[in-house]
């Protein structure tokens, strides 16, 4: 099979999807019937064959513990962090998982490995509430108000960034000022708009971009006139804090990303006394210890705290 697939011209890639073709295919079934979102099933369909192309076409029920724990430790070698790791470690196992369901393995490799320990607990960067105006001031370009509706969405609304891709215009209802949102586990959860960031969606659907097909749904259309991909809303985060920050010197800046946002959301609503369970359900938190990250302080905030105290000791106690 190898010598015949180079005999025709293809390289070491297209050779290894040749050969795992049929558990590919069966994999994205099971992605997309699992519910992944395009996202998830892009990262996951591309650690996987990456993952793939160190077996050197090896039978997959050959396939032992330790090859997934040396492309794991390939992946950490080659500079990804824990988070990137792990991801890959899913995404594998994910793999076989489907490849067991549909009869074309039996056994996974990939169960049963530690997950690398990321770190808990450690402060999100998150804009400071008074630099949200700037940040918002720095969009700009031909397609400012889409740009500006999105970033609405994210740091007052603390939508994900797949959440904001898959959004259709029938998600937004006009009457009741509601956003219906397709998050994480295949859970809909459905949030109250601000007025003020009514008037910004309503804006840029007004001037939505004409799609390429005629029935495509999405919210927030590209150039091209498809669904704005995940990437894309990325590379124009990026853009707009580089242009926010670029006044800073080089060591003054921070690490922003369109996630970074969602942060932003998340401890404001803390800050000004949100009840935790209710900041939970409008982040669409499976769980409430995820949201407990985000009740981090500032030191000057402790300090504010400290100073409340009246500290009485007698004399003697000295």
Known sequence: MKKELRHVGLDTTEETDEIYTEEL????????????TIY????????????LRTLREKPLDQVKKIHVMSYLSKAREGGAGDSTRNRKHAAVNSFFKALQEFELCSTNPAAGIKKAKTEKNRMPVYLDEKDIHPFLLAVEGKYAN????????????????????SLNVSDYSRERRTLDVFGKGRKWRTLPVPEAVCDFVEHAL??????????????????KGRRLAVRTIQQIATETFE????????DRREAYSSHKLRHTFATMLLRKGADLRTV???????????????THVTDREKEKAMDKLDIQIPISGL
């Open 25 to 36: 295919e069966a994999f994205l079934i099971w992605m997309k019937d699992a519910g992944y």
């Open 40 to 51: 998830t099933q892009k990262n996951y369909m591309g650690d996987v064959k990456q993952f």
């Open 146 to 165: 889409r740009n500006m509706a999105i970033f609405l969405l994210m740091v007052y609304m603390g939508l994900r960034v797949g959440e904001v891709h």
């Open 206 to 223: 007004e001037g939505r971009l004409t799609p390429w097909r005629g029935k495509e749904d999405a919210m927030f259309i590209s150039q």
């Open 243 to 250: 242009r926010f920050q670029q006044d800073k010197s080089i």
């Open 280 to 294: 939970q359900e409008l982040l669409g938190h499976s769980s409430i210890q995820t949201t407990t990250v985000y």
